[in-house]
């Protein structure tokens, strides 16, 4: 098994793909990810290989018939690796190795080489590498034939010889020292990032005052067109998936006196390996403290529906699910299903269509973040001295001045304020805010 694993890149390899199925438990599923997730990895798709089940073959997952066929298109379209959609156990791998002379990656090992390729700061690559060890872990006793016992009873043989002065003894499983390798990793991984994580938090701690929003959505919605439409973040944008991984936060100004920080997250698929959920819980930070979740859904997509279900499970996953959603259909400028838009405004009464690459729809966008982020409109009167400059700074920043007095070293200001920026200026100026109207 191990000459197949050397590595578990797919890039630029040939590829052969399968997914495999059993009606009680879920349905027909036509590779169209799948095979933009090979792509995305890298690899050529020369064939794909479907298989309805009555129940899965413990050894192979798919029957051993299916195997045989499996073997013989592996073998004419010459392929390096095959790819299930289905998450398979190290024997299930070992056994469709052996019987098909290829190496097989299932559909988690797939996206976790994805995020190892995408992964560009020193904490995306951290986070990529827990994942990665924690898939690993559980799974050594099957993934490698080299796990046998290391020599080392009997100091006399040939074979004790090898361990040399104090090694000879009754010996261990390289197995075990695989393990203990790997946890130990693991452990110096989660330290590290630990205290990345202190420090992102304490980033996310500072901006209490302002509101947050965060982008949220599909894996290749366009959130990062979306964010670079409305800032000035530079994100790096492709059509591909997982194409940006880190996360990046700028100031925007939907309108006059609405500033907010906008942030940008790793985008989802269906069936998000949990090691990557769990790894990557710091990025995630940004979405579990948000005031507001912009869920980018890209409603050109014919699996639309199943995308969002994916999605809104993963922010149940983390902690998400209660926080205030804003539904954004996005690439209404691409539609080719006729009436697929209004069938989803039906459903999603709310949500508004934009088109980020062309700049449709960025208007109402942005009127109606600004109604989440003021919320319902009071009028104030607030007193401070004149050399308080954070309170007329805020004032000016998330409000709008109505009339400003001057007697001496105090300063009366009335203005028009969100009731979702109230507390931010009640958190600065407690003892002198008057509420005038509501």
């Given at each position: 098994m191990q000459k197949f694993r050397e590595t578990l890149r797919v890039r630029k390899e040939r590829a052969v793909l399968v997914a495999a199925f059993v009606p009680a438990v879920s349905g027909w599923d036509d590779l169209t990810e799948l095979t933009a997730l090979a792509e995305?990895?890298?690899?050529?798709?020369v064939d794909r290989f479907q298989q309805k089940l009555r129940k899965i073959n413990p050894a192979t997952y798919i029957g051993s018939g299916k195997v045989i066929q499996l073997a013989g298109r592996v073998k004419r379209y010459k392929a390096d690796v095959v790819i299930f959609d289905n998450d398979l156990s190290p024997g299930q791998i070992r056994g469709l190795e052996e019987e098909i002379n290829a190496k097989v990656l299932d559909r988690s090992?797939?996206?976790?080489?994805?995020?190892?390729?995408?992964?560009?700061?020193?904490q995306a690559k951290l986070q990529v590498e827990l994942?990665?060890?924690?898939?690993?872990?559980p799974r050594l006793a099957r993934m490698w034939s080299h796990l046998d016992a290391v020599a080392g009873a009997g100091g006399g043989t040939a074979a004790g010889a090898v361990g040399g002065i104090?090694?000879?003894?009754p010996g261990e499983?390289?197995?075990?020292?695989?393990?203990?390798?790997?946890?130990?990793?693991?452990?110096?991984?989660?330290?590290?990032?630990?205290?990345i994580d202190g420090r992102r938090i304490r980033e996310i701690e500072a901006r209490k005052e302002h509101f947050k929003i965060c982008l949220v959505g599909y894996t290749n919605a366009g959130k990062s067109t979306l964010m670079n439409a409305l800032t000035d973040a530079g994100v790096f944008v492709e059509d591909r998936l997982f194409a940006t991984l880190d996360t990046r936060t700028r100031k925007w100004a939907p309108a006059k006196g609405a500033e907010v920080l906008l942030s940008d997250t790793v985008g989802f698929v269906k069936n998000l390996p949990h090691q990557l959920v769990a790894s990557f819980k710091a990025t995630?930070?940004?979405?579990?403290?948000?005031?507001?979740?912009?869920?980018?859904?890209?409603?050109?997509n014919s699996d639309?529906?199943?995308?969002?279900?994916?999605?809104?499970?993963?922010?149940t996953e983390i902690g998400c699910g209660e926080r205030p959603i804003l539904k954004v259909f996005n690439k209404v400028d691409i539609l080719k299903v006729a009436g697929q838009l209004e069938m989803l405004q039906t459903l999603f009464t709310d949500a508004v269509a934009i088109s980020a690459k062309t700049g449709y729809g960025l208007d109402k966008l942005s009127q109606a973040v600004t109604a989440k982020c003021r919320g319902n409109e009071v009028t104030l009167r607030i007193s401070t001295t004149v050399a308080n400059g954070k309170v007329q700074n805020y004032l000016r920043a998330h409000g709008t001045i109505l009339e400003e007095h001057y007697l001496d070293s105090v300063v009366v200001i009335d203005a028009r304020l969100g009731q979702n920026q109230l507390l931010g200026l009640q958190r600065l100026h407690p003892e002198a805010v008057e509420v005038l109207q509501d």
């Amino acid at each position: 098994m191990q000459k197949f694993r050397e590595t578990l890149r797919v890039r630029k390899e040939r590829a052969v793909l399968v997914a495999a199925f059993v009606p009680a438990v879920s349905g027909w599923d036509d590779l169209t990810e799948l095979t933009a997730l090979a792509e995305s990895a890298g690899a050529v798709v020369v064939d794909r290989f479907q298989q309805k089940l009555r129940k899965i073959n413990p050894a192979t997952y798919i029957g051993s018939g299916k195997v045989i066929q499996l073997a013989g298109r592996v073998k004419r379209y010459k392929a390096d690796v095959v790819i299930f959609d289905n998450d398979l156990s190290p024997g299930q791998i070992r056994g469709l190795e052996e019987e098909i002379n290829a190496k097989v990656l299932d559909r988690s090992e797939l996206i976790l080489d994805i995020f190892a390729t995408r992964a560009q700061t020193k904490q995306a690559k951290l986070q990529v590498e827990l994942a990665q060890l924690e898939y690993t872990y559980p799974r050594l006793a099957r993934m490698w034939s080299h796990l046998d016992a290391v020599a080392g009873a009997g100091g006399g043989t040939a074979a004790g010889a090898v361990g040399g002065i104090g090694t000879r003894g009754p010996g261990e499983q390289q197995l075990e020292l695989d393990r203990r390798i790997v946890k130990k990793r693991i452990t110096e991984l989660k330290r590290e990032l630990i205290d990345i994580d202190g420090r992102r938090i304490r980033e996310i701690e500072a901006r209490k005052e302002h509101f947050k929003i965060c982008l949220v959505g599909y894996t290749n919605a366009g959130k990062s067109t979306l964010m670079n439409a409305l800032t000035d973040a530079g994100v790096f944008v492709e059509d591909r998936l997982f194409a940006t991984l880190d996360t990046r936060t700028r100031k925007w100004a939907p309108a006059k006196g609405a500033e907010v920080l906008l942030s940008d997250t790793v985008g989802f698929v269906k069936n998000l390996p949990h090691q990557l959920v769990a790894s990557f819980k710091a990025t995630l930070e940004e979405a579990i403290n948000a005031d507001l979740l912009l869920h980018v859904i890209d409603v050109s997509n014919s699996d639309v529906l199943n995308q969002i279900e994916s999605v809104d499970k993963v922010l149940t996953e983390i902690g998400c699910g209660e926080r205030p959603i804003l539904k954004v259909f996005n690439k209404v400028d691409i539609l080719k299903v006729a009436g697929q838009l209004e069938m989803l405004q039906t459903l999603f009464t709310d949500a508004v269509a934009i088109s980020a690459k062309t700049g449709y729809g960025l208007d109402k966008l942005s009127q109606a973040v600004t109604a989440k982020c003021r919320g319902n409109e009071v009028t104030l009167r607030i007193s401070t001295t004149v050399a308080n400059g954070k309170v007329q700074n805020y004032l000016r920043a998330h409000g709008t001045i109505l009339e400003e007095h001057y007697l001496d070293s105090v300063v009366v200001i009335d203005a028009r304020l969100g009731q979702n920026q109230l507390l931010g200026l009640q958190r600065l100026h407690p003892e002198a805010v008057e509420v005038l109207q509501d």
